[in-house]
């Protein structure tokens, strides 16, 4: 069975700063991977998603994940933090049919 | 305009009983989710179901029942017997390997459980 790990369940960035959110995973085959945004009260929102095209991808609001297969990791950043990026974001992995989500990490922007 | 709807936002009931959630898509998917959101513990799937008429447990399905007798919805009873039933529900759908073989869920907006 897959499973999915965030580091660190609150991130705070000044306004500007770079924006670094972990996420390793852990399966038996590749899988696909995702990155989702929450905003309070509201339901996920795909960021962007790794399906192996390419190991650099782009996502919407210029956020981009890295996937190293050799680290285990998909980690999440963009370089200039916005107010608007304040939000929880989880990380899932697709084996197969099955997803499993990561618990989340909530992204604070200080200005 | 596509989407997918869960109704009402916010919902009180009292211990003791049951409450159905509702959730509709039109978009035309065939595998539908519900989830359940608790602060700290990310998103933990209740049911799923992959076709009309068909629906299998998820992770945590004690204490709630689905139905699936229409493509285009998807409703969750939570029971009385659910220990715990207070949370923020997602509901969800996809088309289970979509054109790059990944399952891209679609979130609704979500609905707010108290109980008292």
């Known amino acids: 069975a897959q499973s999915v790990t965030q580091l660190g369940s609150h991130v705070s960035v000044s306004e500007g700063a770079l924006v670094l959110l972990r996420c390793n995973y852990s399966s038996s085959v590749p899988p696909y991977l995702f990155w989702y945004v929450q905003y309070p009260n509201q339901g996920l929102q795909l960021l962007l998603k790794y399906t192996s095209a390419a190991t650099l991808v782009k996502g919407i609001n210029g956020f981009e994940a890295e996937f190293k297969k050799s680290e285990t990791s998909f980690h999440l950043t963009k370089p200039s933090a916005h107010m608007s990026d304040a939000a929880e974001y989880f990380c899932a992995a697709q084996v197969y049919q099955k997803v499993t989500f990561g618990i989340g990490t909530k992204l604070q922007v200080i200005p | 305009d596509g989407g997918i709807t869960q109704s009402p936002k916010y919902l009180f009931r009292k211990e003791g009983q049951n409450v159905t959630l509702s959730c509709e898509q039109n978009l035309n998917h065939d595998a539908m989710y519900w989830y359940r959101q608790d602060p700290g513990q990310g998103l933990r799937l209740i049911y799923y179901s992959q076709i009309v008429n068909d629906f299998q447990k998820g992770d945590i399905a004690e204490g709630y029942s689905v139905s699936r007798e229409k493509k285009e919805s998807f409703p969750l009873t939570v029971t009385s017997a659910q220990k715990n039933p207070t949370a923020f529900y997602l509901c969800?759908?996809?088309?289970?390997?979509?054109?790059?073989?990944?399952?891209?869920?679609?979130f609704g907006p979500g609905t707010r459980l108290t109980v008292l």
């Open positions: 969800a759908s996809s088309i289970p390997g979509d054109r790059d073989n990944t399952d891209t869920q679609y």
